[in-house]
């Protein structure tokens, strides 16, 4: 099975400021068809997980552009420009390149 | 307008088998390149994918539990099903169907709470 290794655990970090999430694969997440399956979720407090980021770098439908995604292979983050109250929570990342699917542990992400 | 819910038993003892049902709208499981997953997580734990089903019947399962698994469809009625065989309180969780589009998740949900007690 691919892991999928997130970090940090947690992070706290002050509004307006940036945040920055790491996830790092096992085996690289590159396809045979050329796209980088590697997703991004955020899980608010009580609710079901919600895609932020697909493809490793698209933003998907209706969230905001303080969110980007980058990387490639095995290495990849998830930057949170300008932290507001909404976005606490917890990330996961999620790799769907190779079977069985596999989500990172997951970051919790604290406002100070 | 996509959306998902789950429904399930609620409460189940040790050795019985768990029938979850994901009752869907704004896209058919008769659709080219649609599907429906489940995924499932353990209070305070994280995410645990469980299994995919396709829109051409294709369904793939997570290998760890160990042939338990059976996901299904009713492309009429715009639902599919799991089945998890032998449950134990392993397999205590809030259990998610979710919208695999191009395999990430867009559209989950808001899950159903599962418990395996005697």
């Known amino acids: 099975d691919v892991v999928m290794t997130q970090t940090p655990v947690s992070l706290s970090v002050s509004l307006g400021n940036q945040a920055s999430i790491s996830c790092r694969s096992s085996?690289?997440?590159?396809?045979?068809?050329?796209?980088?399956?590697l997703s991004w979720y955020l899980q608010k407090p009580g609710q079901s997980p919600q895609l932020l980021i697909y493809l490793a770098s698209n933003r998907f439908s209706g969230v905001s552009n303080r969110f980007s995604g980058s990387g490639s292979g095995t290495d990849f983050t998830l930057k949170i420009s300008r932290v507001e109250p909404e976005d606490l929570g917890v990330y996961y990342c999620f790799q769907h390149t190779h079977l069985p699917l596999t989500f990172g542990s997951g970051t919790k992400l604290e406002i100070k | 307008q996509v959306t998902l819910k789950e429904s399930g038993p609620g409460i189940l003892q040790p050795s019985q088998t768990l029938s979850l049902t994901c009752t869907f709208s704004?896209?058919?499981?008769?659709?080219?390149?649609?599907?429906v997953g489940w995924i499932r997580q353990p209070s305070g734990k994280g995410l645990e994918w469980l299994a995919n089903?396709?829109?051409?019947?294709?369904?793939y399962y997570n290998p760890s539990l160990k042939n338990r698994l059976t996901i299904s469809k009713d492309t009429s009625n715009n639902q599919a099903f799991l089945k998890i065989t032998n449950v134990d309180t392993a397999d205590t969780a809030t259990y998610y169907c979710a919208r695999p589009h191009f395999g990430y998740f867009d559209f989950w949900g808001p899950g159903t709470m599962v418990t395996v007690s005697s």
């Open positions: 085996q690289s997440l590159l396809h045979s068809d050329g796209n980088t399956y």
């Open positions: 704004g896209f058919s499981l008769s659709t080219y390149g649609m599907g």
């Open positions: 089903i396709w829109w051409d019947d294709d369904k």
